[in-house]
């Protein structure tokens, strides 16, 4: 578990968004993820664009907080990671959890879909959301499925 592996990761920034991560947060929080080697863009957008893709993608006509792509899952895996930042600011709101700290969660949570993780049965969700909570709290951000 404590191999390292290599992360190629390019971040686009398409958001208005004053308040957004940096690159090396980025960088930082999926490398914690990492379980293969990742080859992955990241694209932080406005609603407009999270719209679109969900609807183009999912069939669903509402901006999600992060929309994972996997286009092969060999060794380099390749994806996509797309996070709505106004979504993202929304839900950190109404939950009362600090930005950052929901960016980071975001990201190991796509960080992780990308690599064959998934939450559609209970098991799997349990498995998953374990290992999100590991990490973030070795991150040292709070356990994210905590109901405040």
């Known amino acids: 578990m404590n191999e390292v592996h290599q992360l190629s990761l390019s971040v686009q920034y398409a958001s208005k968004a004053r308040t957004l991560p940096t690159r090396q947060q980025f960088r930082r929080w999926v490398k914690v993820a990492l379980e293969q080697d990742v080859q992955i863009a990241l694209r932080i957008v406005d609603e407009i664009e999270g719209r679109a893709l969900n609807l183009s993608y999912r069939n669903k006509d509402y901006a999600t907080n992060v929309l994972t792509f996997v286009y092969n899952d060999t060794d380099?895996?390749?994806?996509?990671?797309?996070?709505?930042?106004?979504?993202?600011?929304?839900?950190?709101?109404?939950?009362?959890?600090?930005?950052?700290?929901?960016?980071?969660?975001?990201?190991?949570?796509?960080?992780?879909?990308?690599?064959?993780?998934?939450?559609?049965?209970?098991?799997?969700?349990?498995?998953?959301?374990?290992?999100?909570?590991?990490?973030?709290?070795?991150?040292r951000y709070p356990a994210p499925y905590l109901v405040s």
């Open 76 to 139: 380099p895996l390749y994806g996509d990671v797309v996070i709505c930042a106004p979504v993202v600011y929304r839900e950190a709101k109404e939950q009362s959890k600090d930005l950052l700290a929901h960016y980071a969660h975001l990201t190991i949570h796509a960080a992780l879909h990308l690599q064959g993780y998934d939450h559609e049965k209970k098991r799997e969700a349990e498995r998953m959301e374990s290992r999100e909570t590991a990490l973030m709290l070795k991150l």
